[in-house]
């Protein structure tokens, strides 16, 4: 289980800020979203792979740190875009997540693909990534702490002779 860094100066890398995309619902990543681009047109693009829907085989480990096993299947969604700029880059932006929502793989897509630029990754990592990176920290904590109050500590009480 990866954290996340939430301090402003931190840039994540394409790994981290693609992992905070794919745990992103889509109504808080599109206001995020737009909300960081502040009026700007993105740039247009191009499917690679518009998206689809399939399924993706989870696996699982015995004790958490045993022997792999196929737990099942779930659906994903995965998106691939290029962008066309003006400047000759063509930075590719990709999307996977879990659930069936094509438009929340475009946003995540297109936001991957933006974050390759320099015009906006800076903004982006500040508006974006690291808003959305706090959020799922905050959200971790919440559940940690709701799981903690659950908690029951087991002893045994030794006979004396």
């Not at 990543?29 to 499917?47: K, M, S, V």
């Amino acid at each position: 289980m990866s954290t996340f860094s939430t301090e402003p100066h931190e840039a994540l890398g394409r790994r981290e800020w693609m992992a905070v995309l794919a745990r992103t619902p889509r109504d808080v990543l599109q206001q995020t979203f737009d909300a960081a681009l502040d009026g700007a047109q993105a740039p247009d693009y191009e499917w690679l792979r518009a998206p689809d829907i399939g399924l993706a085989m989870v696996r699982g480990r015995i004790g958490g740190t045993g022997d792999a096993f196929n737990l099942g299947e779930t659906t994903v969604t995965r998106a691939t875009l290029r962008l066309r700029t003006d400047d000759g880059s063509a930075p590719v932006g990709v999307a996977v997540h879990m659930g069936r929502d094509k438009e929340r793989a475009t946003l995540a897509a297109l936001a991957d693909a933006l974050l390759q630029m320099p015009r906006y990754a800076t903004q982006l990592q500040a508006q974006l990534i690291a808003p959305l990176a706090a959020r799922i920290a905050d959200e971790r904590r919440r559940k940690e702490s709701q799981a903690a109050a659950t908690k029951v500590e087991f002893f045994t009480m030794v006979r004396g002779e």
